[in-house]
């Protein structure tokens, strides 16, 4: 079992473009989360999603979108990338409420 | 709203004990532990349920006080491999709000 897997693990984006991160897991979880992570700093909550086809705002979801269709994926896409979106974002899953969060290994943005 | 960790950041030396504290402002049904080290993915170490239960593993043990909404981190005789960042993550009693939420993490340095 693969886990939870983020592609791209790096990437550098210019001011205005738009990207999707990528976030698969193939452990049959429930719940799937979006975090960001700036230097130094905490986990911050953007999206998060209980179920296929449910999905719902976290703290901090200014400029990002979500979507759920299947229970394996759960894409964040960022539109007009701005340069306080340079961060490392982690997906993480858990099988359902109180229970163990998997992360997956996070993707490094830069937006310049 | 985040749960607050205290302290932010602690420099001990091998074999001294650590306690790193989580508070909530919601009334909790779980509390997960997670260690981060740096530039990697946290990883899960332990989660209680509400019930004021306490838990450990090696030398590392919580302690969860539904009622004071508070978890405590207990880590003694501490080794060079606990370094790393811990972060409490939160989850609320309310039916509908079912989201982990990150504390703002304590950065714990062993040093020789």
């Known amino acids: 079992n693969a886990g939870v897997t983020q592609t791209p693990k790096f990437r550098i984006l210019k001011i205005g473009q738009s990207m999707t991160l990528q976030c698969t897991q193939d452990?049959?979880?429930?719940?799937m989360y979006w975090y960001r992570q700036d230097p130094g700093m905490g986990l911050k909550l953007i999206y998060y999603s209980v179920g296929a086809g449910i999905t719902d705002k976290g703290e901090v979801p200014n400029g990002y979108n979500v979507s759920r269709s299947t229970t394996e994926d759960f894409p964040l896409r960022l539109e007009l990338a701005a340069p306080s979106q340079t961060s490392v974002y982690f997906c993480?899953?858990?099988?359902?409420?109180?229970?163990?969060?998997?992360f997956g290994q996070g993707t490094r943005l830069t937006v310049v | 709203q985040q749960p607050v960790q205290s302290p932010q950041a602690v420099i001990l030396r091998e074999g001294e004990d650590a306690v790193i504290n989580c508070s909530s402002s919601?009334?909790?049904?779980?509390v997960h532990w997670y260690r981060q080290k740096h530039g990697e993915a946290p990883v899960f170490l332990m989660i209680l349920l509400k019930g004021g239960e306490q838990k450990g593993h090696d030398k590392i043990s919580a302690s969860f006080n539904e009622k004071k909404q508070q978890s405590s981190l207990y880590l003694t005789a501490s080794q060079l491999s606990y370094s790393g960042t811990y972060f409490c993550?939160?989850?609320?009693?309310?039916?509908?709000?079912?989201?982990?939420?990150f504390g703002t993490g304590t950065r714990l340095t062993i040093i020789p």
């Open positions: 993480a899953t858990e099988y359902g409420m109180n229970t163990e969060a998997f």
């Open positions: 452990m049959n979880h429930n719940y």
């Open positions: 993550g939160t989850e609320a009693t309310n039916f509908g709000n079912e989201k982990l939420t």
């Open positions: 919601k009334a909790l049904y779980s």
